[in-house]
């Protein structure tokens, strides 16, 4: 009960689902951005097509302000 309360406000307060298109499928898919960090670059897989992609985002006063998604060479 407390976890999923604290879930609840981290969901409200920082994180904020953003949709864009895999670079592999072109399929539509969200990531969470924890929009509490200016800067972010990390990989992810996407929940399609389970290729990897690497996402780098900016965030400004707490909103997505940059956002961009690149296939990865193997
Ligand atoms: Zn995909």
Redesign the pocket.
Known sequence: MVYEKVFRKNINGMLEEHFFQ??????Q?SVLVDTSVQTQSYIED??????P?RVQLAIEERQLVYFEVNSIEQ
């Not at 996407?46 to 290729?51: D, F, G, L, Q, R």
């Open positions: 895999c670079p592999y499928c072109w399929e898919i996407c929940e399609v097509c389970c290729n992609f």
